[in-house]
């Protein structure tokens, strides 16, 4: 049922990408980037966590962002509501934040996140912890449902432009047009850093995480230029950034804790953190594939089933 609805969601965004090419002329050729990123809802804990991941890249990173700000704003005036593309996007964003990150009850913006986060799930499931298989089901089917009603917003604001006069529908197409081609998306990055990886003979680099981690910084650097070549400049700042991660013992893992839990089939917990501290200390010793570090993994947990009796620094 999850996965049917996810790819009935996909098969929507592709429409809406396609509606975007011919509006813009083929200038923007995706609404929503295409992300590497596989959800699957084998272990219903993983499933949601990978979901929320994966609307977190829709809303908060790529030209998707872009898009969804642009036309949630169009929105607004054409139909004089509170879009739901915004309060979808705060979601996840608390999502996120709550579940990925250190979060304080002494911060205000952290208070704010986790009473919209804990609403949410009290409103889903009836309760904000110790969650059996079926809570992680309802709360992906109600993540997938308010999604689809953005992508019903979205659709519905690119119809009204049609219909209006030509003079104002060119003018606003070509708004859109400016603000995504002076934008650098996190996607523009990942392209070069590829290719660099490659030719530092990193190939088995996670390049979507080395980027995630310093994109924030890159574009801070891009705010203090004026009249630069893009590919050029974030070249230079991917080699310099990687070249320190390497020296600093400090290059991203190719495998994450949801990858260890949907690998093994456990639950997130000590075991998770402990296969991630080993697969740390295997990859920085030789980098690897995900497929070796996890076969790595699997005969490491293999010679390890009693862990108090292994070296105190992976417990």
């Known amino acids: 049922m999850l996965s049917k609805e996810f790819q009935r969601i996909q098969r929507h965004m592709d429409a809406l990408n396609h509606r975007t090419d011919l509006l813009s002329d083929g200038f923007i050729q995706?609404?929503?980037?295409?992300?590497?990123?596989?959800?699957?809802?084998?272990?219903p804990e993983a499933g949601f966590l990978r979901l929320i991941s994966y609307f977190y890249v829709i809303t908060h990173e790529d030209d998707s962002k872009l898009n969804?700000?642009?036309?949630?704003?169009k929105s607004q005036?054409?139909?004089s509501?509170?879009?739901v593309i915004s309060h979808f996007t705060n979601l996840i964003n608390a999502g996120r934040t709550v579940l990925q990150h250190n979060v304080s009850q002494e911060s205000p913006s952290d208070r704010l996140k986790i009473y919209m986060w804990e609403d949410w799930l009290q409103n889903c499931v009836g309760k904000t912890k110790k969650f059996n298989s079926t809570d992680w089901r309802v709360c992906s089917m109600e993540l997938l449902s308010e999604f689809s009603l953005v992508l019903r917003e979205v659709e519905k604001s690119l119809s009204h432009i049609t219909e209006l006069p030509e003079d104002i529908r060119e003018v606003v197409i070509s708004d859109w047009i400016t603000k995504v081609k002076n934008?650098?998306?996190i996607y523009r990055y990942l392209n070069l850093?590829?290719?660099?990886?490659?030719?530092?003979?990193?190939?088995?680099?996670s390049v979507s995480k080395f980027c995630q981690r310093h994109y924030k910084r890159w574009l801070s650097e891009l705010g203090e230029l004026e009249d630069f070549d893009f590919e050029s400049f974030a070249r230079r700042q991917i080699e310099?950034?990687?070249?320190?991660?390497?020296a600093q013992k400090r290059l991203p893992l190719p495998i994450d804790g949801i990858d260890v839990m949907e690998y093994f089939d456990i639950e997130g917990g000590v075991e998770v953190r402990r296969l991630l501290l080993a697969a740390q200390a295997r990859y920085q010793a030789?980098?690897?594939?995900?497929?070796?570090?996890?076969?790595?993994?699997?005969?490491?947990?293999?010679k390890t089933e009693n862990p108090d009796s292994q070296n105190p620094e992976l417990l």
Do not use: M
């Open 30 to 43: 995706y609404f929503f980037e295409p992300i590497s990123l596989t959800v699957n809802f084998r272990s």
């Open 68 to 73: 969804l700000k642009f036309w949630g704003d």
């Open 77 to 79: 005036v054409y139909f």
């Open 81 to 83: 509501s509170e879009t």
């Open 183 to 185: 934008s650098y998306p």
């Open 193 to 205: 850093a590829r290719d660099v990886s490659v030719a530092f003979s990193y190939p088995e680099l």
């Open 240 to 246: 310099a950034t990687l070249l320190d991660d390497a």
């Open 286 to 302: 030789s980098p690897s594939s995900k497929e070796d570090l996890l076969s790595y993994l699997k005969d490491f947990q293999g």
